[in-house]
């Protein structure tokens, strides 16, 4: 999707260390954001979503974080396991009319055991 | 397992073929979308019905079209297929029509266009 995009294509992480992944996006009436986890062969799971009137928001090893100033969103993992291993996508709405989600092209994560 | 099935699982065919891929939402669920993923892209929004309306309409080609049933279930049609058609496509089904809430994506249809 157009300005929904990734910093870092790829990303290797150590297990056990905590990985970020991050995303910019470019519309600033945008107002919820979505994480996906896609595993190969799989169809994109859900992980943690958040509105855009927070700025942090924690699940189970999970937190995303939204700098609207910047229009950055970011997914921590904490303890990464090998099991965390996927491409992760971004997803916005953009609050514009019907317009569903919209998704960025995605970040691998690579743990090395 | 995030309740939306999807059928089959795997398709092979050839250009110029017809191909129908069914979608049964999330119990409950009365918004469905269907998405392309091609190799290393990502998801390419193509159709979004509502209750057996149509309610969004993405990047689909007019050789594609979809309908939802009264059941809830949909079907995605893609006719005349390319090489270029071979992708993955998913549907995903949430509660309602609004764009602002989380979407739940099915296993996908693995399409192969020889």
């Known amino acids: 999707g157009e300005n929904v995009g990734l910093h870092l294509p790829t990303l290797s992480v150590q297990e056990g260390d905590n990985s970020i992944i991050n995303c910019a996006y470019s519309?600033?009436?945008?107002?919820?954001f979505i994480w996906y986890k896609q595993e190969s062969g799989k169809g994109p799971q859900f992980i943690i979503d958040?509105?855009?009137?927070?700025d942090k928001r924690q699940g189970q090893r999970v937190t995303v974080l939204l700098n609207k100033t910047v229009k950055h969103l970011s997914l921590q993992i904490a303890a990464t396991q090998p099991g965390d291993s996927a491409v992760y996508f971004c997803?916005?709405?953009?609050?514009?009319?019907?317009?569903?989600?919209?998704f960025g092209k995605g970040t691998r994560l690579s743990v090395i055991a | 397992d995030s309740g939306v099935t999807q059928t089959p699982k795997h398709l092979i065919t050839a250009t110029g073929q017809r191909v129908t891929l069914r979608c049964s939402p999330r119990?409950?669920?009365?918004?469905v979308y269907w998405y392309q993923q091609s190799l290393d892209q990502g998801l390419q929004f193509l159709i979004q019905?509502?209750?057996?309306?149509?309610?969004a309409k993405g990047n689909i080609l007019e050789r594609f079209s979809a309908q939802q049933f009264p059941d809830l279930h949909s079907e995605l049609n893609l006719s005349s297929l390319e090489l270029g058609d071979s992708a993955l496509y998913f549907c995903?089904?949430?509660?309602?029509?609004?764009?602002?809430?989380?979407?739940?994506f099915g296993p996908g249809t693995r399409l192969l266009v020889l």
């Open positions: 995903a089904s949430s509660v309602d029509w609004a764009p602002a809430q989380t979407q739940y």
């Open positions: 519309n600033s009436a945008s107002d919820y």
């Open positions: 958040i509105r855009s009137n927070m």
């Open positions: 997803a916005e709405n953009r609050n514009s009319g019907n317009t569903p989600l919209v």
């Open positions: 119990s409950g669920d009365l918004s």
């Open positions: 019905y509502y209750n057996g309306e149509e309610r």
